[in-house]
């Protein structure tokens, strides 16, 4: 190959380079878009732009209070948990709650017990 040739070639890499790139990154955003909070490059926990559809919060918490004995208490705050979570462990018991970190995290800062039923 010529060397007029080869610097064309290298030109042509160079221009095609940024828009691969910028594929690469809207792919790797595509399959952090599924956690409704993304970790910010300065470590901050925030929403991200793509988030997943909402849940039916009152359909989701009733389905999991429905053997709490205090049914009325625990669906209200399943409700406040749903809302800021976007997402209710399945079933009823305390087994699941790992499933959703948020909700299996969040505390209730009166008096520092877990916040969601």
């Known amino acids: 190959m010529a060397p007029s040739q080869q610097l064309v ?5 160079l221009l095609l380079l940024p828009p691969l790139l910028v594929l690469l990154l809207a792919s790797h955003h595509q399959a952090a878009a599924s956690d409704p909070l993304v970790t910010t490059m300065h470590g901050i926990r925030a929403r991200s732009l793509l988030q997943a559809p909402k849940l039916d919060c009152p359909k989701v918490c009733y389905g999991r209070c429905s053997n709490n004995w205090k049914n009325e208490m625990c669906n209200d705050k399943c409700n406040v948990c749903c809302k800021r979570c976007n ?3 399945p079933g009823t018991g305390q087994d699941t709650r790992h499933i959703c970190p948020c909700y299996d995290t969040m505390i209730n800062p009166h008096n520092g017990k877990l916040k969601c039923p």
């Open 9 to 13: 070639t290298r030109r042509h890499l």
């Open 87 to 89: 997402c209710v462990p």
